[in-house]
Structures are given as C-alpha cells and as structure tokens.
Antibody, heavy 117, light 108 residues
Framework: EVKLVESGGGLVQPGGSLRLSCGAFGFTSSDYWMIWVRQAPGKGLEWVAIIKQDGSEKFYVDSVEGRFTISRDNAKNLLFLQMSGLRAEDTAVYYC??????????WGQGTLVTVSA | EIVLTQSPGTLSLSPGERATLSCRASQTVGKNYVAWYQQKPGRAPRLLIHTASIRATGIPDRFSGSGSGTDFTLTVSRLEPEDFAVYYCHQHAYAPLTFGGGTKVEMK
C-alpha cells in the first residue's frame, strides 16, 4: 500500500525557518517525481515544488523561489521541504505527493505550518 | 504561468442528478495534461482524472473528463451522496503547475 507521511509542521515566527519531511512507504520513491502542494486555511490548492527522481531537476512556484528548497534522500525514502524567510501567507497545510509523471497521484495527510508572531 | 478558471463556483444539485464542471485555461495546455481532484473537508485531495480523460485507479465510471486545448470538463453522470465535495482542476503540463480555484458541489 502506498503511504506518505508528512512531519515537521508547527508554529514559526515571521522570517523563521522550518524543514518539512515526508516519508514514503510501500514503494521505491527513487522511481518517482515527488511534489509539495499547500492549502491555506479555507482556501484552494497551490502547487509549491517538484523534484525529479534523481534530484537533478527542481521547479518552484514563483512565490517561494529563493526561499524554499525541495530535496530528497532516496536511500531513506524521504522528501524534504526546507522553508526559510517564512511569511504569514505561507501559513497552510503542506501535502507531499507522489507523481505519476507530474500528476500528484498519491497524497499524504498533510502537516500544518503556521507563521505568526 | 497558466491560469485555470473553474465555473461555476458552487453547484447545488440533488443525488441522482448530473454534474458538469468547467475548467478554462489561459493558454493551451500541452498534451491535454489536465487533471481533476476531489476534496472533502479535512481530507487530502483524491485524483480522479488525468490527461483530460483518463480515470485514475479505482475511480467509478460515473466520473468522466473531456476537453482539449483550453476548455475542459468533469462530468459526474449521477451524483451519489459521497460525491458532494470540492473539485479542482490542475494542469500538469508546464511548470509552475497550477490549480483552478475549485467548484463546490453541494446538496440542494
């Protein structure tokens, strides 16, 4: 069974940093593009970032470019999102997803990031 | 960046009725790489359709997708009680990938 489990969310002050992790279970994550998507409270979905199987290609939404870094550790079946320079508008539930190509096929349950003083 | 506009914002229907949801792209979506997701409160989205018309694994055949170029449609042929939710379209052709704003299908 494919399962994705996010962790690392919490309360952080504006300008602070946080690293999210996503554990992949039931499949070999190195075979897939992996994706982060977020959802602000009461709002729609926003695609955040995607990383190629070997980590050689990464793409970001403009609003996080230069502040967030997506990475992966295929040996441990882990996906990461390093977030810095956090702003109030980054407050959201962050989901990791396994790609079928670039389609987010399987999703985790999400982890909440709250940016507030 | 491709902007996706979904309409209507809310659809009020009864079980057994047909639901037709629209998604319009600001430019042509290559290879018709448009997906549809269903999301219920407090839950992660579920992939229904990708590449405009290909049903994801385990999705009932009352869900169908169609369209090409800039205009795409999700149809639910006969609404079941569990189908009342928010639906998002998503283009998976060009980075940055984007989602539409969503259509809420509510019970009349």
């Amino acid at each position: 069974e494919v399962k994705l489990v996010e962790s690392g969310g919490g309360l952080v002050q504006p300008g602070g940093s946080l690293r999210l992790s996503c554990g992949a279970f039931g499949f070999t994550s190195s075979d897939y593009w992996m994706i982060w998507v977020r959802q602000a409270p009461g709002k729609g979905l926003e695609w955040v970032a995607i990383i190629k199987q070997d980590g050689s290609e990464k793409f970001y939404v403009d609003s996080v470019e230069g502040r967030f870094t997506i990475s992966r550790d295929n040996a441990k079946n882990l996906l990461f999102l390093q977030m810095s320079g956090l702003r109030a508008e980054d407050t959201a539930v962050y989901y990791c997803a396994r790609g079928a190509g670039w389609v987010s096929e399987y999703w985790g349950q999400g982890t909440l990031v709250t940016v507030s003083a | 960046e491709i902007v996706l506009t979904q309409s209507p914002g809310t659809l009020s229907l009864s079980p057994g009725e047909r639901a037709t949801l629209s998604c319009r792209a600001s430019q042509t979506v290559g290879k018709n790489y448009v997906a549809w997701y269903q999301q219920k409160p407090g839950r992660a989205p579920r992939l229904l359709i990708h590449t405009a018309s290909i049903r994801a694994t385990g999705i009932p055949d009352r869900f169908s997708g169609s369209g090409s170029g800039t205009d795409f449609t999700l149809t639910v042929s006969r609404l079941e009680p569990e189908d009342f939710a928010v639906y998002y379209c998503h283009q998976h052709a060009y980075a940055p990938l984007t989602f539409g704003g969503g259509t809420k299908v509510e019970m009349k």
